[in-house]
């Protein structure tokens, strides 16, 4: 016996089933946690029934795969609806996440398809009452209108895919379903159990489906966590490291490097320029001092904001002299933004302590604040010449 036929009778839909829990497992477990973790509690709670669902029907399918075996059509009828139920909501709750609010996403159109699939159920008993009642093998009995409703749910989601930008993976997911549905079809219908390989494709195309699923959920998860992390670290405006995080960044460099430089800048007359041109106008010239700042003391250091609009770099003083790049930053402000800055910069040679060497900058900057504005200043010139008095 191949393994290929061995995969073909039911202990490869075993196998099959097996694989699909323990992804689902996973699955369920970054579920709960993202309910846990998160606001949008709603979604997660769709997305924590759908899985279990499943799992019920992998395990249904597990059953129904020996022949041999008499069962009431109720879990026939059981697992078709439970699969049909499942993929709506968890299609559902992955256009969701994935589309936001961008795509204004309605449940209602899921709700009325999901509601369907009890009223061809229902149909379906009415129709022959008998047959739901009468333990039979398994291959005796199916309920083709529920089936083929099934592959008329998957193309309804696939078209209505089309109006939401999603992943590719996603995509791929609703072919690989679509594919592995019509080769369980087919093999049920057409073929009659005859064709092996087509039990195969039916039983290893889902594995494909829940990992591709996983996949798209563990990199939802990732990026909740990134954009968790930044937003800790990160000032929302600017996109410069917070005050609490860029002292962190400095404490590293000062015990990396041998030297280094703090650089202090804050924009002139930015309260006039939110008084005449209003906060949006003046948020946006923020941000371009910001961008210099850090394009700056890229590769050489890290760029900060203090509060308001002061902001910070710290550099390696190594290779580069901390007058320079402070000078490059006043410069470039001055000649490519609607504004000047006032710049003041201290070394790790006036002090070995970060606070310390930032209060010192901040003395220095405001010294060119209150000399003239756009300006740079180094704090052991403003030192020296109050020792000299």
């Known amino acids: 016996m191949t393994i290929s036929h061995w995969l073909a009778w039911p202990n490869g839909q075993l196998l099959s089933s097996s694989a699909i829990i323990v992804i689902l497992v996973l699955m369920l477990f970054m579920s709960v946690r993202l309910y846990i973790s998160y606001r949008n509690k709603q979604i997660y709670r769709w997305l924590i029934t759908a899985i279990p669902l499943i799992i019920v029907k992998q395990c249904l399918t597990a059953v129904l795969a020996y022949p041999d075996l008499s069962f009431i059509p109720w879990f026939y009828l059981t697992f078709t609806v439970l699969q049909i139920v499942s993929f709506i909501i968890i299609n559902f709750v992955f256009m969701k996440l994935y589309t936001g609010r961008s795509a204004q996403l309605k449940g209602l159109p899921f709700i009325i398809i999901g509601m369907l699939t009890f009223v061809i159920a229902g149909i379906q008993i009415a129709i022959a009452p008998s047959a739901a009642d009468t333990g039979v093998a398994v291959d005796a009995f199916t309920f083709p209108a529920l089936d083929f409703y099934g592959l008329i749910v998957i193309f309804i989601i696939m078209l209505g895919t089309r109006s939401a930008a999603m992943n590719a993976k996603y995509y791929a997911s609703l072919i690989v379903f679509f594919v592995s549905e019509l080769a369980r079809l087919a093999g049920a219908y057409v073929f009659h159990g005859s064709l092996g390989w087509l039990a195969l494709l039916s039983q290893l195309l889902p594995i494909i489906y829940y990992a591709l699923l996983f996949l798209l959920l563990f990199e939802w998860v990732i990026e909740r966590l990134l954009l968790t992390y930044q937003s800790s670290i990160m000032d929302g405006l600017t996109g410069l490291y917070n005050r609490r995080h860029f002292y962190s960044k400095a404490e590293q460099l000062l015990q990396q490097c041998k ?10 007359n930015f309260k006039r320029l939110n008084d005449t041109h209003g906060h949006l106008k003046a948020d946006g010239v923020l941000k371009q001092v910001a961008v210099i700042m850090k394009e700056e003391s890229s590769g050489i250091g890290s760029a900060g904001r203090y509060g308001g609009e002061e902001l910070l770099a710290c550099i390696n003083t190594e290779r580069v002299k901390p007058e320079l790049v402070a000078e490059s930053i006043r410069r470039r402000v001055e000649a490519e933004t609607m504004v000047t800055i006032s710049v003041g910069f201290s070394t790790s040679k006036e002090s070995k ?21 756009n300006k740079v200043t180094a704090f052991k010139s403003i030192s020296s010449s109050k020792r000299g008095r």
């Not at 030297?259 to 002139?268: E, K, Q, T, V």
């Not at 302590?353 to 504005?373: C, F, R």
């Open 259 to 268: 030297s280094m430089a703090i650089i202090f800048g804050d924009i002139d």
């Open 353 to 373: 302590h970060i606070q310390e060497v930032i209060k010192q900058a901040d003395e220095a900057m405001y010294h060119s604040k209150t000399t003239g504005k």
